[in-house]
């Protein structure tokens, strides 16, 4: 059984969720979201089979987790004015420190470490899904993408 809250629970799914979000909607595109989400879920889904032994992750995202009921992943309230104003990517640093705050002294460093890479993957896998081009072609990692990725990147430490 997990040592995590159902808020704290709800605070460690957020993060990597709101990163996902935050990298699909720096550039938004019809085919491009659809194919960023899928590409979310993907990661999503494969995080409690990829990380057995991390804690954090099967808490979170293991299926008995999701059964559970304690985990409910909430629509985002997402403002379209954070999205143009980059205030998404803010409120997603913000849920990461919330999240590592949830975990700290809760799990072991290499826990904590993985579950940091596990959200910033989470980013990657968004950004790398689709390109910029007619139906998800062209360059997949756009300039806001990567910016955005920089971002996360220096608020998890990696």
Known sequence: MSNYTPAELQTLVKAPMMTGLSVAMV????????????????????????YPANSIIQATFSEAAMKSGDVKLDKPDIKPEDVKSGAMIDHAIADITAALAVVAGKASDTEIAEYKQFIYNCGT???????????????????????ALDRFKTALGL
Not at 30 to 37: D, F, L
Not at 126 to 145: I, M, T
């Open 125 to 147: 896998a968004v950004a790398e899904a689709a390109g910029s081009g007619l139906f998800g072609s062209g360059s997949k990692v756009s300039a806001a993408e990567a910016a």
């Open 27 to 50: 550039d938004l595109g019809i085919v491009s979201t659809a194919i960023e989400a899928a590409a979310m879920s993907k990661q999503i889904a494969g995080a409690a089979e990829k």
